[in-house]
């Protein structure tokens, strides 16, 4: 059994920062990809950053210069930094990771819980 748990959500004013994290645990052979995704009210869930297991990584233009993806490998955990954040920030986000689970040949999307986060004045 593999779970993804989130945690560092909450209420920021326009401009302010926010660290986002999410931590694999159980049955897990090896973790390929991790990323965080979020879906605003009314809208589609869309990839906001991506990070493979070599460290490679990938934004949504929308956060470009503003947020930072990082993994610990051995932890297990993939973090997500907001910094400038804006109001159209605003969205419940999405742990997402590729998973080997143990006795399996292949991995397979988990996905946490989601933890929201509100930017308003």
């Known amino acids: 059994q593999v779970q993804l748990v989130e945690s560092g959500g909450g209420l920021v004013q326009p401009g302010g920062s926010l660290r986002l994290s999410c931590a694999a645990s159980?049955?897990?052979?090896?973790?390929?990809?991790m990323g965080w995704y979020r879906q605003a009210p009314g809208k589609e869930r869309e990839l906001v950053a991506r990070v493979t297991i070599g460290g490679t990584t990938n934004y949504a233009d929308t956060v470009k210069g503003r947020f930072t993806i990082s993994r610990d490998n051995a932890k297990n955990t993939v973090y997500l930094q907001m910094n400038s954040l804006k109001p159209e920030d605003t969205a419940v986000y999405y742990c997402?990771?590729?998973?080997?689970?143990?006795?399996?040949?292949?991995?397979?999307?988990?996905w946490g819980q989601g933890t929201q986060v509100t930017v308003s004045s």
């Open positions: 159980g049955s897990i052979f090896s973790i390929n990809a």
């Open positions: 997402n990771a590729v998973i080997v689970p143990i006795g399996r040949f292949y991995g397979n999307d988990y």
